[in-house]
């Protein structure tokens, strides 16, 4: 069958409509990107002026940006052994809170009788102030990093429980059916359905426990008696001694390390959870 005039130029329509779209998507791509850090890039800048502005008049407030500048600059490697202390805290504390707070809620997604008898508990050591808890471990367990780990460990336990157990027990019902018919065991059942579907429940709880984690390690500096070493440490004996510079520089740190842990979760799970295509919100 021979081709029309009409055939022929809708197809040159249809490929010059091809050709005009594919040179337009790097257009709206480079669009995209810049519509991603424009925004936040502006509003730093704001803040950073009005932060610069209210300085100049208040010194005895809060420090200048090229005074906290100087500050680092100048005793890059103090700030660099307290930054390491702390993150060895997060690092340490973080990751016994997470394991704990995933393995305690495999354990009552499958027994419920665990979770009628544990929850009621592990809501009152929650509630209980982290404050309260840190001279007490101190007596525990001395003066050295045991108090700092466990503070950490607990201020992320707790998010990390709800929002993993939370994760265990969103499965699809009809799966769930099949593979009960199929007389799967309770570990196949976890393996193949519980632990895939809670993925993204428990990056969501990640999400709000890695900060945390950054805020516990804080406190426990602040309170636990002992190594005066770490970013938490650093605040306190620069605040006392009225040394404004470093005290700042030591929270831009504390905030420094919290984007880049929160950086790095977000790659991870772009990586881990391709599959997912919506942001799970944490409970």
């Known amino acids: 069958m021979s081709e029309t005039p009409t055939m022929a130029t809708a197809r040159i329509r249809s490929a010059t409509a091809a050709r005009s779209g594919a040179s337009a998507r790097p257009g709206l791509a480079k669009r995209t990107r810049i519509g ?3 925004p936040p890039l502006i509003a730093f800048v704001i803040a950073a002026v009005l932060w610069q502005l209210v300085a100049l008049n208040n010194p005895y407030v809060i420090p200048t940006l090229d ?19 702390t993150a060895q805290e997060v690092v340490i504390g973080a990751a016994a809170g997470i394991l704990a707070g995933f393995l305690l809620a495999v354990v009552m997604a499958e027994f419920n009788i665990v979770e009628r008898a544990v929850m009621p508990l592990v809501v009152v050591v929650m509630v ?23 503070v950490t460990g607990l201020v992320v336990f707790f998010p990390m429980l709800v929002n993993s157990l939370a994760g265990l027990r969103e499965v699809d019902g009809r799966a769930l059916d099949v593979m009960r018919t199929l007389h799967a065991s309770r570990w196949e059942i976890f393996r193949h359905l519980r632990f895939p579907g809670s ?11 890695l900060p945390l984690a950054i805020v516990g390690a804080a406190v426990a500096e602040f309170v636990a008696a002992g190594q005066q070493a770490g970013l938490g440490s650093l605040v306190t004996v ?12 030591s929270i831009a740190l504390l905030c420094v390390m919290g984007v880049v842990l929160v950086s790095l979760l977000a790659i991870v799970r ?9 942001e799970t919100v944490a409970r």
């Open 36 to 38: 991603l850090w424009l």
């Open 67 to 85: 005074a906290i500048g100087a500050s680092l600059v100048g005793d890059a490697g103090m700030y660099a052994a307290n930054l390491l202390v």
């Open 128 to 150: 209980t102030p982290i404050v309260a808890i840190a001279p007490a471990l101190v007596v525990a367990f001395g003066f050295g990093m045991t108090p700092k780990y466990i």
């Open 199 to 209: 993925m993204p429940y428990f990056f969501a709880g990640l999400r709000i426990a």
């Open 238 to 249: 620069s605040a006392a001694q009225a040394n404004l510079p470093v005290t700042w520089a």
């Open 270 to 278: 772009k990586r881990v959870l391709w599959w997912s295509d919506g």
